[in-house]
């Protein structure tokens, strides 16, 4: 099988805009029902605003074969569902084991990240921050700004993404949600399972 061509893309670290992508996807407010804690308030936002752009990803990706890479740009929006702040769906990889990094081109943002155990970490991202998210975490990016979070980032080519693995927890562990002072504070979310109680749990 032949090698992947080297290649170089261009990216536009405030809006995330790669040229040379072989994708683009988009993720609207329609796309999110059922993710965040405030329904009702969801419901609402989905009503005026379902067709927004809420985040796209620019990708390259070369082949999906063990030993290569994907990378690109995600591009998250800024908003608020009740008091929670805007995140991307969040998975952990179908091949468990893989990790992946970000490196925070633009914008002010959250990293969380949780283990099966419920385990949790949330790093603050900042431009040119990086986030290593190791093997087996759960992540999720959250744009606790007033402008665009870019990020870029890069992982395995045979990762795969498993985005279920939140849903039958009943969401994340924790809530990234505003402080009232301007700033984000995490706190738990009340629909968690702890995923040792639920039957047939990883
Ligand atoms: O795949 P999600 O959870 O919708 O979030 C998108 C982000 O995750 C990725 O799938 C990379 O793992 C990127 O495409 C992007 O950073
Ligand atoms: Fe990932």
């Given at each position: 099988m032949l090698s992947?061509?080297?290649a170089s893309v261009?990216?536009?670290p405030r809006t995330g805009e790669m040229t040379g992508r072989t994708r683009r996807y988009e993720k609207r407010y329609s796309d999110l029902g059922g993710l965040f804690l405030d329904e009702a308030?969801?419901?609402a936002t989905a009503r005026e605003q379902g067709d927004e752009i809420a985040y796209q990803v620019d990708e390259f990706r070369p082949s999906d074969r063990p030993g290569d890479l994907i990378f690109g740009t995600s591009t998250l929006y800024p908003g608020q569902i009740g008091d929670e702040f805007i995140f991307t769906r969040g998975h952990i990889h179908a091949v468990g084991d893989r990790p992946e990094i970000y490196l925070c081109q633009s914008g002010h943002g959250v990293m969380l990240?949780?283990?099966a155990d419920g385990s949790t970490r949330a790093e603050e991202m900042r431009p040119n921050s990086l986030v290593y998210v190791g093997p087996h975490w759960i992540h999720r990016s959250v744009n606790v700004g007033d402008t665009p979070l870019v990020t870029l980032f890069c992982y395995p080519a045979d990762a795969g993404q498993d985005y279920d693995i939140i849903a039958r927890?009943?969401?994340?562990r924790d809530l990234i949600v505003v402080d009232g002072a301007g700033g984000w504070k995490q706190v738990p979310n009340p629909n968690y399972r702890p995923r040792a109680a639920i039957p047939g749990a990883d």
């Amino acid at each position: 099988m032949l090698s992947p061509l080297p290649a170089s893309v261009l990216i536009d670290p405030r809006t995330g805009e790669m040229t040379g992508r072989t994708r683009r996807y988009e993720k609207r407010y329609s796309d999110l029902g059922g993710l965040f804690l405030d329904e009702a308030a969801f419901v609402a936002t989905a009503r005026e605003q379902g067709d927004e752009i809420a985040y796209q990803v620019d990708e390259f990706r070369p082949s999906d074969r063990p030993g290569d890479l994907i990378f690109g740009t995600s591009t998250l929006y800024p908003g608020q569902i009740g008091d929670e702040f805007i995140f991307t769906r969040g998975h952990i990889h179908a091949v468990g084991d893989r990790p992946e990094i970000y490196l925070c081109q633009s914008g002010h943002g959250v990293m969380l990240m949780e283990l099966a155990d419920g385990s949790t970490r949330a790093e603050e991202m900042r431009p040119n921050s990086l986030v290593y998210v190791g093997p087996h975490w759960i992540h999720r990016s959250v744009n606790v700004g007033d402008t665009p979070l870019v990020t870029l980032f890069c992982y395995p080519a045979d990762a795969g993404q498993d985005y279920d693995i939140i849903a039958r927890a009943g969401g994340m562990r924790d809530l990234i949600v505003v402080d009232g002072a301007g700033g984000w504070k995490q706190v738990p979310n009340p629909n968690y399972r702890p995923r040792a109680a639920i039957p047939g749990a990883d």
